[in-house]
C-alpha cells in the first residue's frame, strides 16, 4: 500500500489522518509501514516517523476507553502525523524505487536507487 504514493502524496495522506475514525487503526498501520520504507531512504525522517509509529501504537480505542486519555492519545497521533508530512514534503514528486527480481521469497521489492538492492542477500541467480 503506498508503493507507488510520491512523497507529497503520502505527506497529503499523513494530512487527513486528522479526520480518520480512531478506531480505523489499519489505516494509521499503513501509513506506519509506507513512511518506514521512506526513513531507509531517507534517514533524517527516522525521527518524526519513529514518533508517528509510536503514538499510534499509544492509541488504542477500545469501547472501554474513550475518555480523555484516549483523546489527548488521538490528538497525538494527529500531531505526529502532521509532522511527518511536513518532513516529507521537501522531497515532493520523489518516489521510492523498488527491486523486481526474484528473490527468495517471491519478487524482491527491495529498495534500490542509485546503488545496491538493500535485501539483495534473497536474490535468486538463475
Ligand atoms: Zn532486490
Redesign the pocket.
Known amino acids: 500500500m503506498f508503493e507507488d504514493h510520491s512523497a507529497n502524496q503520502i505527506a497529503a495522506e499523513l494530512n487527513q489522518v486528522q479526520h480518520y475514525d480512531p478506531q480505523y487503526t489499519g489505516a494509521l498501520s499503513m501509513l506506519d509501514e509506507a513512511t518506514l520504507r521512506w526513513t531507509l531512504r531517507h534517514p533524517v525522517l527516522s525521527a518524526p516517523q519513529n514518533a508517528f509509529s509510536q503514538a499510534r501504537y499509544r492509541q488504542k480505542p477500545t469501547l472501554a476507553n474513550q475518555g480523555r486519555d484516549q483523546q489527548q492519545a488521538w490528538a497525538d497521533v494527529v500531531t505526529a502525523a502532521e509532522a511527518l508530512a511536513l518532513a516529507l514534503r521537501p522531497y515532493g514528486d520523489e518516489q521510492l524505487q523498488f527491486?523486481g527480481?526474484r528473490?527468495v521469497y517471491g519478487t524482491?521489492h527491495?529498495l534500490?536507487h542509485d546503488g545496491p538492492?538493500t535485501?539483495?542477500d534473497n536474490?535468486v541467480n538463475d
Do not use: A, E, L
Open positions: 527491486c527480481v528473490s524482491c527491495g534500490v538492492c535485501r539483495s536474490h
